[in-house]
């Protein structure tokens, strides 16, 4: 248990559905993060958000949709995914000014596109 | 371009057996350095970290080594387990305009055999 909460573990849908992943952290951090994590390749940021701020997009597709309601919550809302958007979806938070900015990661969601 | 590079990509040993993980970089500038499990299906858990000054870290049965000089770390695992099967992360952490800013490796995967 990390303190970094997931849901869904497991998602299926079709190229034009519209579903949401959520993260909740309960370590009072003040950043959150999406990362893309596919087979065989580094974990890929998406999006940063430090007090529920987005500070990074890192050229991600619009087709992800952030949103930071307050800065224990994070959903990244998705919208006529692609067949290669298919991977696990960590989501992480860290305290930004601490010593050494580890981050802590939820279990991730395995999504999957249709 | 901030560059971490893992070998071997994969690695499978036996029960009871010692193995070495490595990790070169080009990080700049260098903060820290910090070595991940991942679990199939789960998301990174932090082993060790090591700061610039440090060139040696126990967890364990998991000893992480850093040189700043060449820029490269390793991660001994010593009488592997059958639990140590997994991922195993390289992150390198730069430092720049009050944030931490990792650069990930692809991750060495370790398949222990009874």
């Known amino acids: 248990e990390t303190g970094v909460t997931q849901t869904p573990r497991h998602l299926v849908m079709g190229m034009t559905n519209k579903k949401s992943l959520k993260c909740e952290q309960h370590l009072g951090h003040n950043a959150m993060y999406w990362y893309k994590q596919s087979a065989k390749k580094p974990l890929e940021l998406m999006f940063v958000?430090?007090?529920?701020?987005?500070?990074e997009n890192n050229s991600v597709p619009s087709r992800f949709s952030p949103e930071c309601p307050n800065s224990s919550h994070l959903f990244l809302h998705l919208h006529t995914l692609q067949p290669e958007d298919s991977a696990l979806y960590l989501c992480?938070?860290?305290?930004?000014?601490?010593?050494?900015?580890?981050?802590?990661f939820g279990e991730g969601s395995r999504l999957t596109v249709l | 371009k901030n560059q971490v590079e893992q070998s071997p990509q994969s690695l499978i040993i036996l029960e009871g057996k010692n193995c070495t993980l490595q990790?070169?970089?080009?990080?700049?500038?260098?903060?820290?350095l910090r070595w991940y499990k991942q679990d199939t299906g789960r998301g990174p858990v932090s082993l060790t970290i090591?700061?610039?000054?440090?060139n040696t870290k126990s967890n364990g049965r998991y000893t992480a080594t850093l040189d700043a000089d060449t820029k490269q770390s390793s991660l001994h695992i010593t009488a592997s387990q059958l639990s140590d099967s997994a991922s195993y992360i390289c992150?390198?952490?730069?430092?720049?305009?009050?944030?931490?800013?990792?650069?990930f490796g692809r991750g060495t995967s370790l398949i222990v055999h009874p």
């Open positions: 090591m700061t610039f000054s440090e």
């Open positions: 958000y430090n007090f529920k701020e987005q500070t």
């Open positions: 992150v390198v952490s730069a430092y720049s305009g009050g944030s931490y800013i990792p650069t």
């Open positions: 992480a938070s860290s305290q930004r000014d601490s010593n050494t900015g580890e981050l802590f």
């Open positions: 990790c070169n970089y080009t990080v700049s500038p260098f903060s820290n």
